[in-house]
């Protein structure tokens, strides 16, 4: 508003050329019924007057409100919040640390495996041995111990073993060492993916709770406006030089202007609350004022979108997509490894005790096996083939992933051009209605202008600061996205985005 402000000490001719008459402005005072409402209303109008971009207008004296409070949360902070807080994330993280150890547990498969085991076994047996008066040891075999478990029919026998296995050759345990390696990247990048929706979905209802408290301040400002606008018209209407029509129609701009309170304060309410759950902090978004418009300027070169679309190959759905093509075809290649031969190699060592002594033993072994398949019904066949149109399914996501993504950058810069033309116009808008405001102030003074031209022009400037403010908001959503679609999201886009909404808020 300091611009604004020089530009109503420096053009007072531009606001009413031709028409700022002495004589004419003091007869239209004196003889127009509303004089009299219309100084009082004025005296109202510069006590209570509201405040634009910091400034009030119309005063050439009036100083910037300055509100201790009005500085902005930070908007990295918050993201950092987010990443520790949300719960959602957090189970990513841990699926993804769970995906990684599938790597050890397939490479485990190719290590010797090592047991050792003990036992202890009760038999009692009925058989040719047990009860037979030939076998017995006390009457036939001289009283010989050796027989006596044999004949009675218990044993008790004290086994342990150790064995040792080795898989000497198994392409399909070494490929789902590599199907393991690739799952396990794609894991991370679903947690990348996950941290970029997070940190746009923070950047968002940060940009709303930020366009719903400055809209708040100015839509509190335009209700004053209006409120002294339903009294000029009420008073008109009691004078009877006014009409119902137009009281009607100030009650229904003040009617509206309520609502649209009540509306933002409920955006306002839902982006603080999602900040919160995402966060689990409650920011405040204090301060209604902004800076001087007319003075913001937005970095462009948004035209050429060819660098833009090259870069969506690292954009990190398209990433994903084509780790999750790996995937696919590390999985067939395990799938195909089922019609190869394994050899596995096996040694051991057990010793048994028993109250039989025909029954203990000390046994050392060594087996080599070699297993191939012939046939299992065709059940590898289909197998093979399940896995290859897998991977013409993960082909085809990672093909719509790069489709989208580089549509998502088309979008973006063609929404960004637009952005910047929309508050260029409207910046010039601003300026143009400041003027137009200020001539209806100057107007109104020699009794050109009625009090009403003044706050309806008032009320239009609030209207277009609002405008201004969500344009400005939709560019950074833009730029934001933009950053995203290409993979070069990062805190420094945070930052350049707080240090814009810092210039807007002056």
Known sequence: MGQDRKLWTTL????????????????????????????????????????LNGQTVASNEAAPV????????????????????????TSQRFEAEA??????????????????????????????????????????????????ARYQGTTRDQTWQVQLSQSLFSLE??????????????????????????????????????????????????????????????????????????????????????????????????????????????????????????????PGDWDDADPWLERTINNVEVALGKQQMKVADAETDVRRAGHYPELDLTVGYSDRDSNDP??????????????????????????????ELSQQAAKASYTNALNLARQEVRQRLRGLRGDERQIEALKRSIES????????????????????DVLDARADLYDLRIQFVEVVRQYLLDRLNLQAAVGDLGTQDLVDTMALLSRVTG
């Open 12 to 51: 007072p001719g531009l606001l009413l050329p031709g028409l700022a008459l002495p004589g004419l402005a003091l007869a239209a005072q004196l003889f127009s019924p509303l004089a009299a409402a219309q100084t009082s209303m004025m005296d109202e109008v510069d006590a209570s007057l509201p405040a």
């Open 66 to 89: 300055v509100d201790e409070d009005a500085a902005l949360p930070s908007l990295p902070r918050l993201f950092a919040l987010a990443l520790q807080n949300d719960a959602d994330l």
């Open 99 to 148: 995906a990684a150890q599938d790597v050890p547990m397939a490479q485990a498969a190719l290590k010797p495996q090592i047991q050792a085991s003990a036992g202890y076994v009760y038999q009692e047996s009925d058989n040719y041995y047990t009860d037979n008066p030939s076998y017995n040891p006390d009457n036939e075999l001289g009283g010989n111990d050796d027989y006596e």
């Open 173 to 298: 345990r070494w490929r789902k060492v590599g199907k393991a390696e690739a799952q396990s990247d794609a894991a991370e990048l679903k947690v990348a993916v996950g941290e970029r929706d997070l940190a746009l979905q923070v950047a968002e209802a940060y940009l709303d709770a930020f366009l719903a408290s400055r809209k708040l301040g100015l839509l509190d400002s335009k209700q004053e406006s209006l409120n002294l606008q339903v009294k000029q018209a009420s008073r008109a209407y009691d004078l009877g030089v006014g009409n119902r029509i137009d009281l009607l129609e100030a009650q229904s701009r003040l009617d509206q202007a309520v609502a649209d309170t009540v509306s933002a304060q409920n955006e306002l309410d839902n982006a603080l609350s999602l900040l919160e759950r995402l966060t689990g902090e409650l920011p405040r978004f204090s301060g209604a004022t902004l800076g001087d418009l007319g003075e913001l300027t937005l």
């Open 358 to 387: 025909f029954r203990e033993s000390k046994d050392a072994s060594a087996n080599l096996r070699l297993s191939v398949p012939l046939y299992e019904g065709g059940y590898t066949s289909a197998s093979v083939r399940q896995g």
């Open 433 to 452: 209605s400041n003027l137009f405001l200020q001539a209806a102030e100057k107007g109104e003074q020699l009794g050109l202008r009625d009090l009403v």
